[in-house]
């Protein structure tokens, strides 16, 4: 059965599944007026103030009036720095603004057709007449979503090569970009890309855009991730042995016998998916700029908890925490921001509530909270910080 799209959908006449079919990690969608009479949630002066904070990451890019071309500053910035910059040629980068702008955060529901452990976070960039990051590629999956102004995006299906870089830059601008596409995007408009599509963006007037982006883990990080934590709970005593040893024709000579050792080591090391699971759904929890939730003042017990729950009616997520779980045959792993809580058969359903969603309604948990378990895991998640009351 074909799936439905849902009344958030930012996708069109498409359905969720035609969409993952025929375009995700394929190639590139232009959906026109994806959210209709949408507008920016945040203004420009709004996030150069954002990007003077000092835990925000934040980027300046100057294609002009800098030391060289395409010169990067990182931030945080002071006021000063954004009265003394150029009228054109600039762009201003903000990481994680979900953290800071609730309507950002809500901005991810719309892409609930995607795995929410894929989701990054949600970047918005400023840039007045020409600005621009340049033509590059990116490794990962984003969703492009014009909030203000007007920006001219132009693709490129040309194989991209180091070659074709220009060298000693800290961005990996193109230096030849061949035009196979090209749009303009107004308010409400958004681009899908996906990784390795050549693209090129360049702001037609005072113009903010929005960048849903999806972690996409290199298999290097996957697997020295798992090996250190492999690595963290083996017992120095174990080490290699070799009881049966024989005399050596020469001495330097590493042996089938001894390699066949080192494969098993590293076997049966490896060779655990239970314990691949569990590592994977803390490693994919973890924060990515390594913040941390902010505890509440108060510590509470649980009937202190339900009773500031009915008062506030109801709870929402923190952004600082990353939430998702695995399923098991009569149980369930919940994970939030690399620490796991297993959860047994009768309180399974905690983990898809409470992954599914980034605030929840008194009345979407009255049925359950006569459940014991389930009252002491919400109050040690609001206690952790994982959760607070909706203010």
Known sequence: MAMSTPANSVLGELTPESFLADYWQKKPLLIRNA????????????????????????????????????????????????????????????????????????????????????????MVSYAPDQGSVGPHTDQYDVFLLQGLGTRRWQISNDPVNAANLVPNLDLRIMRDFKVSEEWILAPGDMLYL?????????????????????????????????????????????????????????????????????????????????????????????????????RPDQQLGSKQFLSQLQKHGGLQRSEYARFAFIRQTDSCMLFIDGQEYPLAKELAFAAPLLCDYRQYQYDMLAEKLSIKDFTSLLTELYNAGYVSFIE
């Open 194 to 294: 996906p990784p390795g599509v050549a693209h090129y963006g360049v702001a037609l007037e005072d113009c903010i855009t929005l960048s849903v982006g999806f972690r996409a883990p290199a298999h290097g990080d996957i697997i020295a991730g798992f090996a250190d934590d492999i690595a963290s709970n083996l017992d120095d005593e174990q080490r290699y042995a070799d009881p049966d040893l024989s005399l050596p024709q020469h001495p330097g000579e590493i042996s089938a016998e001894a390699l066949t050792k080192i494969h098993e080591i590293i076997q049966s090391a490896t060779n655990d998916a239970q314990a691949m699971d569990h590592w994977f759904g803390r490693f994919i929890t973890e924060s990515r700029t390594g913040d941390s939730v902010v």
């Open 35 to 122: 959210i209709p009479g949408f507008s920016t949630p945040i203004s420009p002066d709004e996030l150069a103030g954002l990007a003077c904070e000092t835990e925000t990451e934040c980027r300046l890019i100057l294609e002009r009036d800098g030391p060289e071309p395409w010169t990067v500053e990182y931030g945080p910035f002071t006021e000063e720095r954004f009265s003394h910059l150029p009228q054109t040629h600039w762009t201003l980068l903000v990481q994680e603004c979900n953290k800071y702008i609730p309507e950002l955060a809500a901005l991810m529901e719309h892409f609930d057709f995607i795995p929410s452990w894929r989701v990054d976070d949600v």
